[in-house]
Nanobody, 115 residues
Framework: QVQLVESGGGLVQAGGSLRLSCTASGTIFSIYAVGWYRQAPGKQRELVAAITSGGSTNYADSVKGRFTISRDNAKNTAYLQMDSLKPEDTAVYYC?????????WGQGTQVTVSS
């Protein structure tokens, strides 16, 4: 069983940067794929970026070139570096770890981008 805790959210002006962290416990983190999702008020949760256990990454078109997902398995932590933030990036950001039909979610961290 995987427990996930996100951190690093906050309020930032448009054009600014934030780095989110997702720290895992209770498992061998390196064998899980990790995804960052977000949910804005009144909208469905959407995948922002994902990284496989092997380090392959993919991104939503809306964040390509601005966000970078990475992981440090020695620290049981995944990151989402968010640059050139826009007001439309405002949402609660969630970390997800998945493997072979099992998945776990963190509690979410709020990101607010002011114009």
């Amino acid at each position: 069983q995987v427990q996930l805790v996100e951190s690093g959210g906050g309020l930032v002006q448009a054009g600014g940067s934030l780095r989110l962290s997702c720290t895992a416990s209770g498992t061998i983190f390196s064998i899980y794929a990790v995804g960052w999702y977000r949910q804005a008020p009144g909208k469905q949760r959407e995948l922002v970026a994902a990284i496989t256990s092997g380090g392959s990454t993919n991104y939503a078109d809306s964040v390509k070139g601005r966000f970078t997902i990475s992981r440090d398995n020695a620290k049981n932590t995944a990151y989402l570096q968010m640059d050139s933030l826009k007001p439309e990036d405002t949402a609660v950001y969630y970390c997800n770890a998945a493997r072979l039909g099992y998945e776990s979610w963190g509690q979410g961290t709020q990101v607010t981008v002011s114009s």
